[in-house]
């Protein structure tokens, strides 16, 4: 049991240039999030998926959006990255909305 | 705009004694409440999570959640060197429609 998974673990991006950012988990959970935190700011929501099917903003989605490809995974996009996203990206599941939430490892972003 | 407000620290404890740490929080709608431990460079790992008013243990770790004063916070006993490090305040709101609101962390010291 692995978990929440997390690939890329560390990318560095050039302004302007797009990537994606993958999350699974193997715990058959329903519900996944994306969370992005910076020093002095904590842990915000950036979007989540409550179900297959169904994905939603959070507290600071502008530049970001997401797929919920299937039950397991969670990919979040971005189009074209900016230094203010650079950030430490962290991808969490939980059984249902309402239930404990497990994170993932986190993957380091860097924009220059 | 929910808040959830936590002291920066750090917060320095002697080996063996108890370390308390206190989150107050914004939304008095708010139903579940959580404690993550965050190591330097990982993850956050649920410690506890606590839904009623009133104590809860697990080891030595204790939850106190106050509903009317909107305040909730952690005991740990016997505190080990190992204990050092962020600790992050969760809160979810009722109706469950989106992730966590996190505090900024409080950074704990344990001195040998």
């Known amino acids: 049991n692995a978990g929440v998974t997390q690939t890329p673990k560390f990318q560095v991006l050039k302004t302007g240039q797009s990537m994606t950012l993958q999350c699974a988990q193997d715990m058959n959970h329903n519900s996944m999030y994306w969370y992005r935190q910076d020093p002095g700011m904590g842990l915000r929501l950036i979007y989540y998926s409550a179900s297959e099917g169904t994905t939603d903003k959070g507290e600071v989605p502008n530049g970001y959006n997401v797929s919920r490809l299937n039950k397991r995974e969670f990919s979040l996009r971005l189009e074209s990255a900016a230094p203010s996203q650079t950030s430490v990206y962290f991808c969490?599941?939980?059984?249902?909305?309402?239930?404990?939430?497990?994170f993932g490892p986190g993957t380091r972003l860097l924009v220059l | 705009q929910k808040e959830v407000e936590q002291n920066s620290g750090p917060l320095s404890v002697p080996e063996g004694a108890i370390a308390s740490l206190n989150c107050t929080y914004s939304?008095?709608?708010?139903?579940?409440f959580f404690w993550y431990r965050q190591y330097s460079g990982k993850s956050p790992e649920l410690i506890m999570f606590i839904y009623s008013n009133g104590d809860k243990e697990d080891g030595r770790f204790t939850a106190q959640l106050n509903k009317a004063s909107q305040y909730v916070s952690l005991l740990i006993r016997d505190s080990q060197p190992s204990d050092s490090a962020t600790y992050l305040c969760?809160?979810?709101?009722?109706?469950?429609?989106?992730?966590?609101?996190f505090g900024k962390g409080t950074h704990l010291i344990i001195q040998p």
């Open positions: 969490a599941s939980s059984g249902h909305l309402q239930e404990t939430q497990y």
């Open positions: 939304d008095r709608g708010s139903q579940s």
């Open positions: 969760a809160v979810r709101s009722g109706g469950g429609a989106d992730g966590l609101t």
